[in-house]
């Protein structure tokens, strides 16, 4: 209520500025970036010992060599086809989710409601595991033989299984702030259910579906347990190819791979962010 | 200064400044607070009292300035070592401690024993009438019963000053007038110095002994309730403790005991007084604003028809009815003016009868004697000293 | 707000609500179901499975080897999970109290890495980890300077610190894969501190140190308390995953130490003990079942 000591509330207890607090930041932000950090910088590193100890000078042969590895590029393509047809499938079941859970009541709401946040909550390896057996036990399992790019369909199947209810999830928070008032105002002016849907909901939904997009992009990137589970022989996505090549040995190429991968995720990041700052702005 | 006479304060501030960034939200505040007195920091939102209450509080340091408790440099001391205890605005009882922890914390704070423990919070608990309520956890209490939980846990420490911040604001209009007078009572009871922020003039004014007046970080004056009305020093303070009608001072003399004051609409009005009000000056008011002011409750209200001949010891305004709002014990009547403002008068209902039969627009007379007239500046000098 | 009720646009609702409830159906319950069914079956050839209703599958879990497994599971997610709270905590508080333009950057600190693959998390901590690596590499910079130091103030004879550095050794000891969980957890375990910090009201710490508690009583009496819905959170994010880890074991432990998704990988993957591997996850499933319970007793009773 006092407007000018808001504009600079000191708090009693103004842990940011003790410097044992800050020192425990500062070391763990080491501990949590130091080894991508080094990732990078050994990715240069011309050097074709794996473990990259020593510095031996500054070369891309290892960026060269990732982008000239086939395998590499298909599981690539692989993951960004997924990713891509995953989100899209995600955004679309997590809409539909959000708007029935927040709209309606129903009964065993609270059973609907458990069973969409399940998939989030359980180890992945039962997930994988379960999807395993699925499409083996329906005989959906993909073979050598299946073409591109349907050989991915059970990843991407899988993958939309555990991303669409995080999708669900961020659409839902962004619903949840919304005036049911401004439905029942377009309504008052003439306005048809489907017409509100279109012209005031969607609308309002719109940075949710954006943020649950970029989610579900990250998190079918990132994934590898279910994938490692449920890939056929010949659909290996950027993270598996990327586990066999450290189970076989280490060397700089995977440090240069793993960039390239770390270098999407910032982009995903930085758009994320500036399509947030928009949204800020265009409120204001 | 009348300090000789008065006791040793038990909280003295001098010169109290507080910046945050290039804003100073407190400014050269220095008041004396007396022992077992119910004192009052009132201003409208953002004058800087709830800052000033902090760094009594010790959550806040000052900028500049110095703060004694019983004589003691206090300024710097952190709060839990303060013999000053607090309740929240939004009374900040432990949602986790039964209501008989809540009171119990401070004591196990301080290392007192479990006996003496059970016995303090059973006074405590009783003297604000919540002996039942011991057991109870505070997502069980109304908002008024949380409040005297507040008010125990910080009084079953014995402090030297109980601050409120904003006592009544959360609780409904019925409780609000109970708690007031049960908050006064249960100062006389326990003879704790308290100290009350609020933005409520009316709940100041009912309650406090003595009030200051905080506007834009800066103190503007520190009297009784009554002293506040009756003398206010400036014309912020006199609009903000009840209304007043105020009409510019275009010249002003000062002689013999008289001023002589040149005021637009009301022409030339003699004021006796010794000297001109601190913050006014004689000569052309054009750089140092003065106004003649006065309140709705000194004005009556004639019809023009029967009106007696003019005393020249009055001033008069002429106009029209207005509305008339009924307001339980008084009415409030508006005279129209015109293009001018209109004046309103704060009026009892026996001389009411003759004015609720006229139509609105009849022509009247608004007049206000010469004894209730304020000559007041219209900004507080930064050289001002203070009243008291 | 006002929720409708489904009956009054029965058409609408289904639209919406079938095809979320069908896919969940086809691709959830239906798979673990199967492997429910499975976890009660015996190998009756290559890849046919029967379900004879047996609990062998169950009763193997109970089997030394396996409980030793599953022992460590817990052990090690219990310690992983146990330093990742010990560590979130503050860096929650540094946030939470932080200038609020300051906080959405900070934010982004912590989840910058969360967004960055989890294999490729591991896979840096390899090249961290090792008996010649960065660590060890700090470790014995730091070593050298305590010694030096040691021998300044004239007590090098005594060689307080040893005669020689030893490296540590992190990967393929538990010690690795609970640095490797802590670091891919740690973003988890921050967040929901962090949230429930936020909204807790200030003025609770500032009547506590009103009363006369110092700033260690406050966190101890108020500040803990009234964030420990945040903590259990944390708590139970932070240890669903990591009992259920199978990259960090798998890469930082070297096969040395396993943990229990390593051993259900192996039943799938190698053994082609199918049965087996099934009545395991759903072992995993049930205790993450008990301990969401828990977490919701948890609040239950907090909330009366």
Not at chain 1, 178 to 200: P, Q, T, W
Not at chain 2, 279 to 301: H, L, W
Request: net charge neutral.
């Amino acid at each position: 209520m006092n407007n000018i000591a808001n504009q600079n509330p000191k708090k009693p207890f103004e842990y940011s500025r003790k410097w044992s607090m800050r020192l425990v930041f500062i070391v763990s932000m080491i501990f949590l970036y130091a080894p991508i950090i080094v990732l990078i910088v050994f990715s240069f590193n011309n050097s074709r010992r794996g473990g990259n100890v020593i510095w031996r000078g500054f070369t891309t042969d290892y960026y060269k060599k990732a982008f000239a590895n086939e395998e590499l590029m298909l599981a690539f393509a692989n993951s960004i086809t997924i990713a891509v047809s995953a989100t899209i499938v995600s955004v679309f079941l997590g809409a539909l989710t959000a708007i029935f859970l927040w709209r309606f009541r129903f009964p065993f709401k609270p059973l609907a409601e458990g069973l969409v946040s399940l998939p989030i909550v359980i180890p992945e390896i039962c997930l994988g595991v379960s999807l395993a057996m699925f499409f083996s036990k329906m005989g959906l399992w993909t073979t050598g033989d299946t073409p591109w790019p349907l050989n991915l369909s059970n990843i991407i199947l899988a993958h939309i299984t555990f991303s669409f209810p995080f999708a669900a999830m961020v659409i839902r928070t962004r619903l949840q702030n919304f005036n049911r008032e401004m439905e029942e105002a377009a309504k008052d002016l003439g306005a048809s259910e489907y017409r509100v849907f279109r012209d005031i909901l969607l609308p309002h939904m719109r940075p949710g579906l954006i943020a649950a997009a970029l989610l579900s992009f990250t998190l079918s990137l990132d994934d590898f347990v279910i994938t490692f589970f449920t890939s056929g022989p010949n659909t290996v996505t950027f993270p598996v190819k990327i586990y066999s090549m450290v189970r076989f040995s280490i060397t700089p190429e995977i440090n240069a791979a793993s960039t390239l991968l770390i270098g999407l995720t910032l982009l995903l990041t930085y758009i994320a962010l500036r399509y947030q700052r928009q949204m800020i702005n265009k409120n204001d | 200064m009348i300090s000789l006479i008065t006791p040793e304060p038990i909280l003295s501030l001098t010169n109290i400044g507080k910046s945050f960034g290039n804003v100073d939200a407190l400014d050269g505040v220095s008041v004396d607070i007396r022992e077992g007195e119910i004192f009052a920091l009132l201003g409208p939102s953002g004058c800087g009292k709830s800052t000033l209450l902090r760094i009594i509080s010790g959550f806040e340091t000052p900028t500049r300035g110095e703060l004694k408790l019983d004589g003691q440099d206090m300024t710097r001391t952190p709060p839990n070592k303060r013999p000053v205890n607090m309740v929240f605005q939004s009374y900040a009882v432990f949602p986790h401690m039964s209501v008989a922890d809540n009171v119990a914390y401070g004591l196990k704070m301080e290392g007192v024993g479990s006996d003496d423990i059970q016995h303090r919070v059973d006074t405590a608990l009783s003297q604000v009438h919540l002996e039942d309520f011991k057991h109870r956890m505070p997502d069980q209490l109304s908002g008024g019963q949380k409040q005297r939980v507040a008010l125990a846990r910080a009084l079953v420490k014995k402090p030297r000053v109980l601050l409120l911040d904003e006592p009544l604001s959360a609780l409904d209009a019925k409780l609000r007038d109970a708690m007031r007078l049960e908050l006064v009572k249960l100062q006389e009871t326990v003879g704790v110095t308290f100290i009350i922020v609020t933005h409520d003039q009316s709940e100041a004014l009912a309650m406090a002994d003595r009030v200051a007046v905080l506007e834009s970080g800066r103190l503007r004056q520190v009297d009784t309730p009554s002293g506040l009305y009756q003398r206010p020093v400036d014309a912020f303070v006199a609009d903000f403790i009840g209304r007043v009608h105020s009409f510019t001072a275009l010249h002003i003399e000062h002689a013999n005991a008289e001023a002589v004051v040149q005021v637009a609409e009301l022409g030339e009005i003699r004021l006796a007084m010794d000297a001109l009000p601190s913050g006014v000056r004689a000569g052309a008011q054009t750089d140092v604003p003065a106004i003649i002011a006065f309140r709705p409750e000194s004005v009556a209200v004639s019809l023009a028809a029967d009106s007696p001949s003019t005393a020249s010891n009055d001033i008069v305004l002429p106009g029209v009815l207005g509305d008339i709002a009924f307001q339980g014990q008084h009415s409030i009547v508006e005279v129209t003016r015109g293009n001018r403002p209109s004046v309103t008068a704060t009026i009892n209902h026996s001389s009411l009868a003759s004015l609720q039969q006229q139509p609105i627009g009849t022509p009247v007379i608004a007049r206000c004697a010469r004894a209730d007239l304020m000559l007041l500046p219209a900004e507080l000098g930064h050289d001002t000293e203070q009243a008291q | 707000m006002s929720l409708e009720d489904y009956r009054q646009q029965p058409k609408v609702f289904a639209a919406f609500a079938l095809p979320t409830l069908v896919w969940l159906l086809l691709f959830f319950v239906t798979p673990l179901t199967i492997i429910w069914l499975y976890s009660f079956g015996e190998n009756v050839s290559l890849v046919n499975i029967e379900t004879t209703w047996t609990l062998d599958n169950y009763v193997r879990i109970f089997q030394p080897e396996i409980m030793v497994l599953l022992w460590r599971s817990l052990w090690i997610a219990g310690i992983a999970t146990v330093i990742c709270l010990a560590i979130a905590y503050p860096i929650a508080l540094v946030i939470a109290t932080a200038r609020e333009d300051k906080k959405p950057w900070l934010l982004l600190l912590i989840m910058l890495p969360f967004w960055t693959n989890l294999l490729i998390r591991t896979y840096a901590l390899l090249n961290i980890l090792g008996t010649r690596g960065r660590l060890n590499q700090a470790l014995e910079w730091l070593w050298g300077v305590a010694n030096t130091a040691v021998n300044r103030i004239g007590l090098g004879g005594m060689q307080l610190l040893g005669e020689n550095f030893t490296p540590l050794k992190m990967l393929g000891t538990p010690s690795g894969v609970i640095f490797g969980i802590v670091y891919v957890s740690l973003p988890f375990a921050i967040l929901p501190i962090y949230s429930s910090l936020e909204r807790l009201d200030r003025s609770y710490l500032e009547a506590s140190l009103d009363l006369g508690a110092g700033q260690w009583k406050t966190f101890r009496y108020v500040l803990l308390p009234m964030t420990m819905t945040g903590v259990v959170t944390a708590a139970i994010i932070t240890f669903i995953p990591a009992l259920g880890q199978f990259i960090t074991p798998d890469l930082l432990g070297r096969g040395q130490v396993d943990m229990i998704a390593n051993v259900i990988e192996r039943q799938f993957k190698r053994a082609n003990d199918w049965p087996f591997g099934s009545a395991l996850s759903l072992f995993l499933l049930y205790i993450t079942f008990v301990l969401l319970a828990v977490r919701s007793f948890y609040d239950s009773r907090r909330s009366h």
